[in-house]
């Protein structure tokens, strides 16, 4: 069993940057965010593999940057050049490989942090 704390979401405005960080209880393989925007279902947004391999969804590519510090069993999501449709709560997740395309992969999750990018 690995519990997940999320932390760092805000109000910005657009334009703004935030860093979100999450807090395993242990060592993960893969570990992702995902977020889920009010009447949407929840999608991936960043993951990060043991060997520091990384992958993106389009919307984000350029803005956000995933990172994990190993040593301290942490997982951040920088974001900057924040949009209004940026907007959602944000989870982590632990997985044996999180794929951003699939809730399933999974095994994980924490309780969100919300984020709100106002115009």
């Known amino acids: 069993q690995v519990q997940l704390a999320e932390s760092g979401g805000g109000s910005v405005q657009a334009g703004g940057s935030l860093r979100l960080s999450c807090a395993a209880s242990?060592?993960?393989?893969?570990m992702g965010w995902f977020r889920q925007a009010p009447g949407k279902e929840r999608e991936g947004v960043a993951a990060?593999?043991?060997?520091?391999?990384?992958r993106y969804a389009n919307s984000v590519k350029g803005r956000f940057t995933i990172s994990r510090d190993n040593g301290k069993n942490t997982l951040y999501l920088q974001m900057s050049s924040l949009k209004p449709e940026d907007t959602a709560m944000y989870y982590c997740?632990?997985?044996?490989?999180?794929?951003?395309?699939?809730?399933?992969?999974?095994?994980?999750w924490g309780q969100g942090t919300q984020v709100t990018v106002s115009s």
């Open positions: 990060i593999d043991s060997d520091g391999s990384t």
């Open positions: 242990g060592y993960t393989y893969s």
């Open positions: 997740a632990a997985c044996w490989t999180c794929n951003l395309d699939s809730l399933r992969s999974a095994a994980y």
